[in-house]
């Protein structure tokens, strides 16, 4: 029998369960450089929230990584009208590793898509992320994989700055701003001034990528909760969202991480079902593979935009009361 306090205990412990977010990583264009737009966001938006066997909430929310639309020099990223028109939320991001002038062109459309779109745009936003691995990228091994430019800290952490006077009294003045970076740089003392910058941390982490340890799939569990954690440790308290994480359904071996639906299916099960609806989570990735195939792949549907996986993505789990 449910009495009044069961029905509120019941109430309570549903919306702690879906109270984190749960989606995947859209970026601006294609694998073959062409730009997206609105309709092309809007299918890929609906075509993961109806995603066949996703577990409990599903997938609603898109992080991005530029505000900027495609093809243009400061107009606002298509996926925002996208965004209100599925009730999709949003991981914002702001590219930061370009430069100031990009830097700039990044808050003025922040600024236009606030005027065009308010308060319908800003109940959906999640967050900002102001950068995205630009202090990985100065790193030695950032730098050994030929991936800069990336940007100092100080400079990350004066972007954040700005990022919040743009904000302030605008109607996305709630927004949580942080950063996303791999928990390699995390942990490293010589960006503590992004850390201080930040209201959450957001952490990119890749076990298949990490060929300098014992990587097979067996494995990537213990590793990804090793970075988890580590970046945890190293921000002083403050919410530590996944931003990035997955395991390639095809395409090279990196160490002893060895490509393939089954070893995907086995991340999924090990760090994402534990992860969803109890941790803010952007999964990489929904779909990597239009038009043209990557080598790592890692999206859970193939070239053609299906709600039907890959592989199965049911968590299997009994929701606890
Ligand atoms: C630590 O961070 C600083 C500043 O971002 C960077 O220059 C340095 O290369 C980093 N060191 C390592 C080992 O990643």
């Not at 740089?185 to 850390?195: L, R, Y």
């Not at 090990?270 to 999964?283: I, K």
């Amino acid at each position: 029998m449910l009495t009044t306090t069961g029905l509120v205990a019941l109430a309570t412990s549903f919306s702690t369960a879906l109270a984190a977010s749960q989606g995947f990583n859209y970026g601006s264009t294609f694998t073959s450089g062409a730009v997206k737009f609105q309709s092309d966001f809007e299918a890929e938006f609906k075509a993961a929230q109806g995603l066949i066997g996703a577990p409990a909430g599903g997938f609603n929310s898109a992080r991005l990584y530029t505000t900027v639309q495609g093809g243009t020099a400061n107009g606002p990223i298509s996926a925002i009208p996208a965004a209100i028109a599925t009730k999709t939320t949003l991981l914002l991001g702001i590219w930061c590793s370009a430069g100031d002038a990009v830097f700039a062109n990044e808050l003025q459309a922040l600024k236009s898509a606030i005027a065009q779109y308010g308060s319908s745009f800003a109940d959906l936003v999640v967050g900002i992320s102001v950068g995205s691995e630009d202090l990985y990228r100065i790193s030695p091994t950032g730098l050994l994989n030929k991936e800069n430019p990336g940007a100092e800290p100080a400079t990350v952490a004066n972007y954040i700055k700005q990022v919040r006077e743009t904000i302030a009294g605008t109607p996305l003045s709630g927004a949580p701003v942080g950063h996303v970076d791999t928990w390699t740089a995390w942990v490293n003392g010589s960006n503590q001034v992004v850390i201080d910058a930040v209201d959450w941390a957001g952490v990119d982490a890749y076990p298949y990528f990490q060929n300098t340890q014992a990587n097979a799939i067996g494995n990537n569990k213990a590793l990804f909760n090793d970075a988890f954690g580590a970046t945890k440790a190293a921000v002083g308290g403050k919410p530590v969202w996944v931003t990035e994480t997955g395991f390639p359904v095809s395409g090279k071996t990196v160490g002893e991480a060895v490509p393939s639906l089954e070893n995907a299916k086995t991340y999924w099960d090990e760090v994402g079902c534990p992860l969803f609806g109890a941790t803010n989570t952007w999964w990489y990735t929904f779909q990597d593979a239009a038009p043209d195939t990557p080598n790592p792949s890692f999206g859970v549907i193939g070239n053609a935009l299906t709600s039907t996986p890959l592989f199965d993505l049911s968590c299997g789990k009994v929701e606890s009361e």
